[in-house]
């Protein structure tokens, strides 16, 4: 009964955050100036020349019901929610049309996937091994010298690193493709090395930045976590100092550190954008990137709802498995 009132709370919070999210997303793109369906009109005429206006007319009315821009804003409204929400059918593509944005989407997401979830697992396990060490030994010189590191890195954006690691490693060595180029013509083994070869520089820029944030936040934690009276009393007892910073200060302190995961496990699927327009990384941030600049609603409310629902989803996930990680927590 308990776990039954748990879940259910859990769950309208899970539904209520996205409906809130979708609805910004549907309102917000319809706020620009410009409309998909006259700059779509605007390039059939510019590579065919002068069309009949009943021709322009019938396209015209066509392309607004594929685009979901047919009748009032709440009939708009209640069309994205059954076919986007609830089917993930958001119609084609203005970019690629009439190729539709679910498979495109399918296309990009596999290599966003790819680089962000690796760097992000990676820059955590890093950043929290790191951060436990500085903040549970915060005296000696190895720890300050760690986390003052970490405080220069972290403030620094995403496309500055980016910047940097593309001109020493790219343009000055010459060690790396200054833009992605992934061979997709060759065997699987070629696809991958070339792959490989292109997300080593983005990977680079996400870790560093990453990385810097979970030592900054698991040295807080546990150096204030070293500090309760429970890790005193085991240092009385004779405990040996490994044992307290694992079995004490570790699992007290990374119980945040696991939330903090979730969210940005979640927001993977959006891509790390600045990143991927540096280095023409093929990813779902360039991908909405492009479809900012050609008004392409379709595929931005594609692609921020897949996000939205991750991240959701990911949170709903932790909450629900936080009594199994903390004993503290119980479902009531």
Known sequence: MKFRKYFGIRFLTYLLTIWIGITFIFFIPRMFPSDPVENMIGQMQSRSGQMDPTQMEALRSQLRVQ???????LEQYGTFLWRGLLHFNFGPSLMSYPTPVGKIIGMYLPYTLFLSLTTTVIAWI??????????????????????AIAICI??????????????????VLGWFPIQTTINTQGSTAVWFLSLLKASI?????MLLVGTGWWIISMKSLAGT??????????????????KIGRSYVFRNSILTQVTALA???????????????????????????????MSDYNMILGCITISIVAISTATLIVDLIYPFIDPRIRYN
């Not at 520089?201 to 820029?205: D, F, Q, R």
């Not at 070293?226 to 490994?242: K, M, N, Q, T």
Request: net charge neutral.
């Open 201 to 205: 520089l983005p990977a680079m820029s």
């Open 67 to 73: 685009f979901g821009l047919e009748g009032s804003l």
């Open 225 to 242: 976590t070293s500090e309760e009276d429970f890790v005193l009393f085991a240092r009385y007892r004779g405990i040996p100092e490994g």
């Open 263 to 293: 969210m940005s496990l979640g927001g993977v699927f959006g891509g790390s954008i600045m990143t991927e327009i540096v280095f023409g990384y093929p990813g779902v941030g360039s991908l909405v990137q492009k479809a900012i600049l």
């Open 126 to 147: 890093i950043g929290n091994i790191i951060g436990l060490l500085a903040g549970f030994r915060k005296n000696k010189a190895s720890s300050k010298i760690l986390e």
């Open 154 to 171: 972290y403030p620094v954006p995403y496309f500055i690193i980016a910047l940097v690691l593309q001109i020493v490693f790219a343009f």
